[in-house]
């Protein structure tokens, strides 16, 4: 076996798994299959449930119009969403990974699917998953806070003023590309099979990337990156602003998941080149 630069480690044989099949109906019969698809719908139900009661605490707490002189100031800030979104995506993931591999995010199921790591059907059924447990989520935030609720916007995403389409997009695009990025980096097989000065605990990058694009988009789009995030807080808040943005946290998670997967697996990973070994050897 080969030693690394510093001939201290070795590193362990690797053989890259075969892809998953396109269309698997025998998961359809497995147990373990509806487990994973249970564990997404609560996974994403929880999710929702801790951030949108963050994002509208802090929106009462540092209301002005309540005659609180010390409002600006009271609440997590936006900062303290981003932790809420970040740290709750690592508790999430480190509970699920093991049964459904933690996606609680149509784009990450989406970019793994590209990359032939999960099947047509297992990320049809996830994605389904995941957007009745983000409205079961929030629905569960507007029962316990109805008022609320709707006076501070249900937690749904929505275009900031002064921000054209093409900039909350772009925004989405980037910020889904840091996830899916980080979610192909830190759970490659590859890298499970070296030895390693720091060994790396997935959810905990995980966590941290959708922690810093929180901070970086909230401003702009209130940070989508999750399609089932944002379609869970529209069906709930219903009104026609998230509505009438909600393609654009749709279109540019998936587009950012899809760029992501084809960097990874065809760039860093030499898929392309491996493919074109594999044509000739075979020519």
Same mark, same amino acid.
């Given at each position: 076996m080969?030693?690394?630069?510093?001939?201290?480690?070795?590193a362990?044989?690797?053989?890259?798994?075969?892809?998953a099949?396109?269309?698997?109906?025998?998961?359809l019969?497995?147990?373990?299959?509806?487990?994973?698809?249970?564990?997404?719908?609560?996974?994403?139900?929880?999710?929702?449930?801790?951030?949108?009661?963050?994002?509208?605490?802090?929106?009462?707490?540092?209301?002005?119009?309540?005659?609180?002189?010390?409002?600006?100031?009271?609440?997590?800030?936006?900062l303290?969403?981003a932790?809420?979104?970040?740290?709750?995506?690592?508790?999430?993931?480190?509970?699920t990974?093991?049964?459904?591999?933690?996606?609680?995010?149509?784009?990450?199921?989406?970019?793994?699917?590209?990359?032939?790591?999960?099947?047509?059907?297992?990320?049809?059924?996830?994605?389904?998953?995941?957007?009745?447990?983000?409205?079961?989520?929030?629905?569960?935030?507007?029962?316990?806070?109805?008022? $609320?609720? +709707?006076?501070?916007?249900? &937690? %749904?995403?929505?275009? @900031?003023?002064? =921000?054209?389409?093409?900039?909350?997009l !772009? #925004?989405?695009?980037?910020?889904?590309?840091?996830?899916?990025?980080?979610?192909?980096?830190?759970?490659?097989?590859?890298?499970?099979?070296?030895?390693?000065?720091?060994?790396?605990?997935?959810?905990?990058?995980?966590?941290?990337?959708?922690?810093?694009?929180?901070?970086?988009?909230?401003?702009?789009?209130?940070?989508?990156?999750?399609?089932?995030?944002s379609?869970?807080?529209?069906?709930?808040?219903?009104?026609?602003?998230?509505?009438?943005?909600?393609?654009? $946290?749709? +279109?540019?998670?998936?587009? &950012? %998941?899809?760029?992501? @997967?084809?960097? =990874?697996?065809?760039?860093?990973?030499? !898929? #392309?080149?491996?493919?074109?070994?594999?044509?000739?050897?075979?020519?």
């Amino acid at each position: 076996m080969a030693k690394d630069v510093e001939g201290e480690f070795t590193a362990k044989d690797y053989t890259d798994p075969p892809p998953a099949p396109l269309i698997d109906v025998e998961e359809l019969g497995k147990w373990s299959f509806y487990r994973a698809v249970i564990a997404e719908f609560i996974a994403t139900l929880l999710f929702l449930y801790i951030t949108v009661a963050t994002v509208i605490g802090y929106k009462h707490m540092s209301d002005t119009n309540l005659g609180n002189p010390d409002a600006a100031c009271s609440g997590v800030g936006i900062l303290g969403i981003a932790w809420a979104f970040g740290g709750m995506i690592f508790i999430l993931v480190y509970c699920t990974a093991g049964i459904s591999g933690g996606h609680i995010n149509p784009a990450v199921t989406f970019g793994l699917f590209l990359a032939r790591k999960v099947s047509l059907v297992r990320a049809l059924l996830y994605m389904i998953a995941q957007c009745l447990g983000a409205i079961c989520g929030v629905g569960l935030v507007k029962a316990f806070q109805k008022a $609320f609720y +709707v006076h501070y916007g249900g &937690g %749904a995403n929505t275009l @900031a003023s002064g =921000y054209s389409r093409g900039t909350g997009l !772009g #925004a989405e695009i980037i910020g889904t590309f840091v996830l899916v990025y980080t979610v192909f980096s830190a759970t490659d097989p590859k890298r499970n099979a070296r030895d390693s000065h720091v060994p790396v605990l997935a959810p905990l990058p995980i966590g941290f990337a959708v922690f810093m694009v929180h901070l970086a988009t909230i401003p702009i789009t209130g940070t989508g990156i999750n399609p089932a995030r944002s379609f869970g807080a529209a069906v709930i808040y219903n009104k026609d602003k998230a509505w009438d943005d909600q393609w654009i $946290f749709w +279109v540019g998670p998936f587009i &950012g %998941a899809a760029i992501a @997967a084809i960097y =990874y697996q065809f760039v860093l990973r030499a !898929g #392309a080149v491996k493919a074109l070994g594999s044509f000739r050897s075979n020519a």
